[in-house]
């Protein structure tokens, strides 16, 4: 878990949700921890303020089975194929406990978040944020330009996700993700 104690704030950056563009904010507010996708929360922290980073489930999925194809030489496999042969093995991430399902962690969290960070949005839902708004500055507008507003996951770059799926397919993310649409307000017909 990404957390300051000095203000209170934990920060949830599951796997494909543009962590490594808000570990630079993190960083310029001296986060005692950057673990990225680590769950695990500090002692006594109930009383944080809760941020978490969420995608739009069905380009999370493309976006991580991208990564495994990367990494481990999928070139064989195609997305559809990978989602049904893998979906309920995809608990874990490099061998460290990662929720692929953002909502079963948030949910069992004893509160909701107070802040949620939609990739999509992600420029305009961080700067809705108290502790960003109270502390812009010149450095900190210099991390939003390099890392933000740059960022390769924003809806406005690219729809190469949509092509991988159909009818089929999206019904059977939706009915497996189906919170996590609900909780962070996706569209079910996102895809098209």
Same mark, same amino acid.
């Given at each position: ?23 630079? %904010? ?19 922290? +109930? +009383? ?21 194809? @990367? ?9 559809? +194929? ?31 978040? +107070?802040? %949620? ?37 924003? @809806? ?7 092509? @991988? ?16 649409? @609900? ?10």
């Amino acid at each position: 878990m990404n957390y300051s104690h000095k203000n209170k704030i934990l920060w949830f950056t599951p796997i494909r949700t543009a962590s490594r563009a808000c570990v630079p %904010i993190m960083e310029y507010f001296n986060f005692d921890s950057t673990k990225y996708h680590d769950e695990n929360f500090p002692k006594d922290s +109930d +009383d944080y303020v809760l941020i978490t980073n969420v995608h739009n489930p069905y380009k999370r999925l493309v976006s991580i089975f991208k990564m495994f194809e @990367e990494q481990k030489n999928l070139s064989n496999v195609s997305f559809h +194929d990978w989602i049904h042969t893998n979906l309920k093995n995809l608990n874990k991430h490099n061998q460290n406990p990662h929720q692929l399902w953002i909502s079963k962690f948030i949910l069992s969290f004893k509160k909701k978040p +107070d802040y %949620i960070v939609r990739v999509e949005n992600i420029e305009e839902d961080l700067l809705k944020i108290k502790f960003i708004q109270e502390n812009m500055s010149k450095e900190l507008k210099k991390i939003f330009s390099e890392n933000i507003k740059t960022n390769q996951y924003r @809806e406005d770059n690219f729809d190469y996700w949509k092509k @991988e799926y159909d009818e089929s397919l999206s019904n059977y993310i939706f009915d497996n993700f189906r919170n996590d649409f @609900e909780l962070f307000g996706y569209d079910k017909n996102s895809w098209k």
